[in-house]
């Protein structure tokens, strides 16, 4: 009996934060043994807003960075498979076969799209991020994903690649899982300034791989209740940072409820609950840090891990897009083409 197939992935733009953990990953580590995990290095993802000759000069490097703190955030390099995205041509092929099957209106009704492309700094939509779940849709289908662990913002996408999928086997034959979403138990985590979600671009994220005194700084500099001036003055926890950080990050519950109770009632300072906060990152971060170390002391363990995904990886999209140009026609009409060239070579050899 097969066993299922996971995709996910990120795109290599740097380390990966306490955002990234909380939407994704740590769903990832909770799922990916019971599953045939595809990690995908979606560097053609960046590009629809990150697409500078720098940028692209640092996905190696990014890329490395992301699969070290994903397994040490926990993933078992054993039962992983990670790929580089662009490394398999055979997917924007897929791609483009897939584009056909949904609508401009459909992709503009995909709320993400505009958030990303704001946060990138783009006054107009480029054509590559409007097609974003396009493409996403052919990560997941290239390997015949059939689960898909994704935070809130990437939800709607994996329903454009459903849509996708049945479109393809009403009208071609069942090729496709239509895959399943798994969505994160916390939607998204905000940033340390409370403006926003946590995000490298913003500079308000806390890194998994940041170090004590980093994590400490970063924690004291928090937003917190604007109006609460002093110590004695009764504060707000609903949409308090740190009271979310403590809710997701500190095990200890009798804390985090006295904590908010005394801060309700202006009976504990800022200063206080900021550093009970450290402790608790810091029990949650050492353990992620320690195994960064020694992943990190295997010199070349993670470009081996890079290089031998992608190969493997590319050897399944090659034969779902041989399925997919099957199911669809698409080689019997070159067939065709050559049987009459070479019916007609024939003739004319023979004439001659």
């Not at 960075?65 to 055979?90: K, N």
């Not at 138990?185 to 791989?209: C, E, F, H, Q, Y």
Request: glycine share 8%; hydrophobic share 40%.
């Amino acid at each position: 009996m097969s066993v299922a197939r996971m995709l996910t992935g990120d795109r290599p733009t740097g380390r990966l934060h306490l955002g990234h953990y909380v939407g994704s990953i740590a769903n990832r580590v909770r799922l990916h043994r019971g599953y045939e995990s595809f990690f995908i290095i979606a560097d053609l993802h960046m590009l629809t807003t990150r697409n500078r000759r720098e940028d692209i000069d640092q996905v190696s490097g990014n890329a490395r960075e992301m699969v070290t703190d994903i397994l040490a955030a926990g993933i078992d390099p054993e039962r992983a498979i990670f790929y580089l995205q662009s490394a398999i041509p055979e997917v924007g092929d897929l791609n483009t076969l897939l584009q056909n099957l949904v609508t401009v209106p459909r992709l503009e009704r995909v709320p993400s799209l505009k958030d990303m492309a704001r946060d990138a700094g783009k006054e107009e939509m480029p054509y590559g991020l409007l097609g974003y779940p396009v493409l996403q849709a052919a990560d997941i289908l290239c390997v015949k994903g059939e689960v898909v662990p994704v935070g809130r913002d990437n939800a709607a996408h994996v329903e454009v690649t459903r849509e996708i999928a049945r479109r393809f086997n009403h009208l071609y034959g069942p090729v496709f899982p239509v895959p399943e979403l798994i969505p994160a138990d916390t939607p998204s985590l905000v940033g340390t300034d409370g403006a926003a979600k946590m995000s490298k671009s913003r500079g308000n994220a806390i890194a998994l791989s940041d170090d004590p005194a980093t994590v400490r700084r970063k924690v004291l500099g928090m937003y917190t209740d604007p109006n609460r001036v002093r110590a004695d003055v009764p504060g707000t926890v609903e949409g308090n940072p740190v009271f979310a950080y403590h809710e997701i990050f500190n095990p200890d519950r009798d804390e985090v409820s006295d904590l908010a109770r005394r801060y309700r009632a202006g009976r504990v300072g800022d200063v206080e609950v900021k550093e009970r906060l450290v402790i608790a990152l810091e029990a949650f971060l050492a353990p992620i840090r320690q195994r960064r170390a020694e992943i990190e002391a295997d010199r070349g363990l993670v470009d081996r891990l890079i290089v031998e995904g992608t190969e493997r990886t590319r050897q399944e999209v090659r034969q779902t897009l041989l399925e997919v140009r099957r199911a669809m026609g698409l080689t019997g009409a070159y067939q065709q083409v050559r049987r009459r060239a070479e019916r007609s070579r024939r003739r004319t050899d023979a004439s001659t």
